[in-house]
């Protein structure tokens, strides 16, 4: 049996194996493989499910409840390629993190508006409460944006925010208009999920194989060339009290 687990924070994905993977990695060639946009459209219908998954435990893993993100959206309000909107998230997120300070962290969706316009839903930590209160009056964050409409609302860190967030993930994904360029960004020092393969190596807190958690899904399918995978969300009860439900 090969055995692998997926830490989100409070979340545990566990994957149960019939067989073991090969060791021997076999490198798949590109030669043939469809370039242009039908070759776009192709590899996101691929990844997509696996890309959500992925971006799901990457935001879960944020969400530890010692502090709570802010809500932040930023519009372009003039109509340029999502390379451009990224090019001017980055300098915006360079001249903001020196005044926010060392708690500065974010991870950020981009979604194209129906006019054609890019917007960012970012989760954002590091925000005082007092420049969430006051953006309205102030305007800081707007004067320092400059580029077009901005919102942002406190949040009290429910792991659904993860799913919120997955699903704009996906539809930039599925979007032609992204084209080659990430679904996501975030900043290098977003905590990261962690993925073991053996009991032995995962850090486990005590009473949790006790019964002290939660199943939130149990399935079983085939995986070709590793056989039946039995799958389980488990969750720690009462981590976040009501919000530990899935994502």
């Not at 994957?15 to 021997?24: G, K």
């Not at 499910?49 to 944020?62: E, P």
């Not at 919102?151 to 659904?160: A, E, H, Q, S």
């Amino acid at each position: 049996m090969y055995l692998k687990i997926i830490q989100s924070h409070d979340q545990y994905e566990i994957y149960r194996y019939e067989n073991a993977p090969l060791e021997t990695k076999h490198r798949i060639s590109r030669r043939g493989v469809e370039r242009g946009p039908r070759r776009v459209i192709q590899r996101s219908f691929a990844n997509t499910r696996r890309a959500r998954k992925d971006f799901i435990r990457l935001v879960r893993s944020n969400l530890t409840g010692e502090s709570c993100p802010s809500f932040l959206t930023l519009t372009m309000r003039d109509i340029v390629s999502v390379e451009v909107a990224y090019s001017c998230l980055k300098g915006f997120f360079r001249t903001f993190r020196d005044i926010v300070g060392p708690d500065f962290k974010y991870i950020a969706v981009p979604e194209y508006q129906k006019r054609g316009a890019v917007h960012f839903h970012i989760l954002l930590w590091g925000c005082s409460e007092e420049m969430i209160k006051n953006e309205r009056s102030t305007r800081t964050i707007q004067n320092l944006w400059a580029l077009g409409y901005v919102d942002i609302v406190p949040t009290d860190g429910n792991p659904k925010l993860a799913g919120y967030l997955g699903k704009y993930m996906s539809k930039s994904l599925l979007s032609n208009n992204l084209g080659f360029s990430k679904a996501y960004t975030c900043s290098r020092n977003v905590l990261r999920p962690v993925s073991h393969t053996s009991l032995e190596t995962l850090k486990i807190p005590d009473g949790f194989w006790s019964g002290d958690n939660v199943v939130l899904t149990e399935r079983k399918y085939e995986v070709p060339w590793l056989g039946e995978c039995t799958y389980q969300l488990l969750v720690k009860r009462n981590t976040h009290g009501d919000k530990s439900n899935s994502s």
